[in-house]
């Protein structure tokens, strides 16, 4: 019954900006983390961003710190993650997941049970 669902990936050119969106539906809850993975071909996935709708804490990785900003409309249930200065290395899969009942910390990106999944959107950033 849960859905998330990403959007506003596409192609940029290096230092340039994008806004990914990630709109969740389907259930009653009001505690939760969304958090920003991605995946490059032959990498694995990382966790770069995430927030807590318990809390309001953010967090980001040092890879994207200073760059991306994460942000809530929680009366839509919606998630951006406005990245700049984007480099080709940004290149990737970035999906969102959503954990429910969570805060927002290292931990929880690196080792959180998220419990529900988008299909992903595309960002190539060109050189």
């Known amino acids: 019954e849960v859905q998330l669902v990403e959007s506003g990936g596409g192609l940029v050119q290096a230092g340039g900006s994008l806004r990914l969106s990630c709109d969740a539906s389907?259930?009653?809850?009001?505690?939760?983390?969304i958090g920003w993975f991605r995946q490059a071909p032959g990498k694995g996935r990382e966790g770069i961003s995430c927030?807590?709708?318990?809390?309001?804490?953010?967090y980001y990785e040092d890879s994207v710190k200073g760059r991306f900003t994460i942000s809530s409309d929680n009366a839509k249930n919606t998630v951006d993650l406005q990245m700049n200065s984007l480099k080709p290395e940004d290149t990737a899969v970035y999906y969102c997941?959503?954990?429910?009942?969570?805060?927002?910390?290292?931990?929880?990106?690196?080792?959180?049970?998220?419990?529900?999944w988008g299909q992903g959107t595309q960002v190539t950033v060109s050189s």
């Open positions: 927030i807590s709708t318990k809390d309001g804490t953010t």
């Open positions: 389907g259930f009653g809850f009001d505690d939760y983390a």
């Open positions: 997941a959503l954990e429910i009942l969570s805060w927002c910390t290292d931990y929880d990106l690196r080792a959180g049970d998220w419990d529900y």
